[in-house]
């Protein structure tokens, strides 16, 4: 099962997904439950590298309403940066303050050591000695694994010299191995501005969706099709679904939606890489989830130029009918459409690379 909120008010929205979905059926009162965010560098999460800290709120109120009362929050930033002075920038010793939920650097804790497939791997003992951990990524780009969600967001529940050897000794399977050793109880996937390119941020794209669900390899699957890749595109998690983590997204998973009134509400926020592609959409009351899913199709499909005039995307389309492509349920209209509401971008690329091999696009 997966649940998808749109979010207005993403602690409400964030706490409606989790009250909507099937976590009751792993989760208990008694349990001792950390939350970990990416807090990657010590970036605000509006330039799209780092998990908003009313996602984090939202999952504590929750936490608090299902009975739970040991909850810490625990995160260790990437190599160079200070997980402390993230905390702080973040919006995240707000969380510690109004909640008094612990905040725990992993950088200096004590690890141990697991054994898997011939890998040794030391694993900060807090990300171990939980019984539940909630996985809370951003939906984001990645420059060396295409796509950074709930499989490599676990990296940072290993010390930082184990961060660099998993550099030196092939990146893809000791990410997959990790999350093979460290058990994800529940995973909440904060898409609301992940960032294009790079995992540090900077081009962040707005969707305005939280995400939730079980299985780090069913949501990372399916979260790369909403930003263009499809899984085995992705070579930790092909591999990760190879040595038995969790299987892939299919139609047969049960997918609910929430909030679907939030869609039409959300501003289009214009970052460099939206206003890269902007001369080549009309757009009229777009959704942002579907003009962030277009961009994301565009920027994979390497499409800078559109002979045929524009791509058209929104709800002012609706009912109306003309040459030219449109996106999405309400641009159904045009002589040539993606269906979806929202289309995967997967399939807006996939609409893209046939209209070029068949000499609609030059």
Not at 262 to 287: F, G, W
Request: hydrophobic letters at 40%; proline letters at 5%.
């Amino acid at each position: 099962m997966i649940v998808i909120s749109y979010v207005s008010d993403i602690v409400k929205n964030t706490y409606d997904a989790l009250a909507a979905s099937d976590i009751s059926k792993y989760l208990k009162p008694s349990y001792a439950v950390a939350l970990k965010p990416n807090l990657v560098a010590a970036e605000p999460a509006s330039q799209g590298a780092t998990t908003h800290p009313e996602v984090v709120e939202g999952i504590i109120l929750f936490l608090r309403d299902f009975g739970v009362k040991d909850i810490k929050i625990i995160e260790s930033s990437w190599i160079g940066d200070n997980t402390k002075r993230a905390f702080s920038v973040c919006g995240y010793e707000e969380l510690q303050k109004k909640y008094n939920v612990p905040l725990i650097d992993l950088k200096p804790v004590a690890c141990t050591t697991l054994d898997h497939s011939g890998y040794n791997i030391e694993i900060c003992n807090d990300a171990l000695e939980t019984d539940f951990l909630i996985n809370v990524p951003v939906l984001k780009a990645h420059c060396q694994t295409n796509m950074t969600c709930c499989l490599k967001n676990l990296k940072g529940c290993i010390p930082d010299r184990e961060k660099k050897r998993f550099h030196s000794i092939g990146l893809h399977k000791p990410i997959a191995i990790l999350n093979a050793l460290i058990k994800t109880g529940y995973c909440v996937v904060d898409g609301i501005c992940g960032d294009l390119e790079f995992e540090v941020g900077g081009n962040p794209i707005y969707a305005n969706r939280v995400i939730v669900g079980q299985n780090p390899v069913l949501m990372d699957s399916y979260c790369a099709e909403l930003i263009g890749y499809n899984a085995n595109d992705i070579e930790h998690l092909a591999i990760a679904k190879e040595i038995g983590v969790g299987d892939y997204y299919s139609p047969e998973v049960k997918l609910v939606e929430l909030n679907a009134q939030n869609k039409p509400r959300q501003p289009i926020t214009v970052s460099k890489m939206v206003s890269k592609y902007q001369h080549l959409i009309k757009e009229d009351s777009a959704c942002s989830a579907c003009y962030a899913n277009l961009v994301h199709a565009l920027h994979r499909a390497g499409i800078e130029k559109y002979p045929g005039g524009k791509i058209h995307i929104g709800q002012g389309f609706i009912g109306k009918n003309d040459i030219g492509i449109g996106i999405g349920n309400c641009a159904k209209g045009f002589e040539k459409n993606v269906i979806g509401c929202p289309p995967k971008a997967t399939d807006i690329i996939r609409f893209f690379k046939n209209a070029t091999e068949n000499g609609i696009l030059k």
